[in-house]
């Protein structure tokens, strides 16, 4: 291996983002087949979703944020994306753009751990390595992480 990981910094999870006059809590994939999805086109978002690909509405898009303008505008229904990016998504809209979707998870999606990673020929590699875990369970610990990041990030136990 020519690679030092960092113990699991978080989960790079997908949520739905909707339009708020959809008012159904999914709870299946299968149940997104009648409505039109924005998704990234060089994102993941699982393997349950792959294999349902062809039976659903979907329009590519090049970025989350294109995806977030599309739903806005009408164009989908549904845009499938980090929690985090829609937040900083949300956050430079106005009041009336923001008050037309919510955020909700939906089972199935993409949940997949997120490391730092260090190349062993760099020699300082494990000492920092070491150093960032330590560093990065006490931010966790005193809650500056969740405060920082956000409530829908998601810790490894």
């Known amino acids: 291996k020519n690679w030092f990981f960092s113990e699991p910094l978080f989960k790079l999870t997908t949520y739905l983002v909707t339009r ?6 999914f709870s299946r994939l299968d149940e997104l087949r009648p409505y039109r999805l924005a998704l990234t ?8 979703f792959d294999r349902l690909k062809p039976e659903l509405k979907l329009r590519l898009q090049v970025s989350d944020h294109q995806s977030m303008q599309a ?3 009408g164009e989908v229904d549904i845009a499938l994306m980090d929690p985090v990016i829609a937040h900083l998504l949300l956050s430079q ?3 009336s753009s923001r008050q037309k979707v919510r955020l909700q998870p939906l089972t199935g999606l993409t949940a997949q751990d997120v490391y730092l990673v260090c190349s062993r020929n760099y020699l300082p590699c494990f000492e920092f390595m070491q150093k960032f875990n ?3 369970q006490q931010l966790r610990d005193t809650g500056v992480l ?5 409530p829908v990030v998601h810790y490894p136990e």
């Open 146 to 150: 969740e405060q920082s990041l956000g």
């Open 41 to 48: 086109a060089w994102a993941s978002y699982g393997d349950k």
């Open 134 to 136: 330590k560093g990065w």
């Open 71 to 73: 739903l806005l505008k």
């Open 93 to 95: 809209l106005d009041d």
């Open 20 to 25: 708020r006059d959809i008012t159904q809590q």
